[in-house]
């Protein structure tokens, strides 16, 4: 759990640092930031379920919310038939800022919901030890 928590952790800063030219950073900075922070904290061995569990929810309405929207995923899907969104860096087109943004926006609640249910997992081990 270390090791992923600290790669992670690497790529969230990573993914923070590259929004600086993004046309809302101040959204998507703080993202990142905050799943950076739970990681590096995971990394310390220190786990914070109910943080977690804010991220998650967070993170998931706000998929949910570019997943619908005009030239969001559903979109993408539907009326481009999927177009490659990862051939330029530059998108183009309105769906393609919409669409990667979901997809970070699940990675971050994968890697929060990974954490939470190993921080679960430990906090039950403590509580059945004599």
């Avoid at 379920?49 to 929207?69: D, E, S």
């Avoid at 990862?86 to 769906?95: C, E, G």
Wanted: proline share 5%; hydrophobic share 50%; glycine share 4%.
């Amino acid at each position: 759990m270390r090791i992923f928590n600290l790669l992670f952790c690497l790529l969230f800063v990573l993914s923070a640092a590259l929004q600086y030219n993004d046309p809302d950073p101040y959204v998507w900075i703080p993202i990142y930031g905050y799943g950076a922070v739970l990681c590096w904290l995971a990394f310390r061995n220190k786990y914070y379920p109910r943080a977690y569990l804010a991220g998650i929810t967070v993170y998931a309405i706000y998929a949910a919310y570019l997943f619908f929207t005009i030239d969001g995923v559903w979109d993408w899907i539907t009326k481009h038939d999927a177009e490659n969104i990862a051939q330029t860096m530059k998108a183009t087109r309105p769906w393609i800022e919409d669409t990667r943004e979901f997809f970070g926006l699940m990675i971050l609640v994968v890697v929060l919901l990974v954490d939470y249910y190993y921080a679960k997992k430990r906090l039950a081990v403590a509580r059945n030890r004599p």
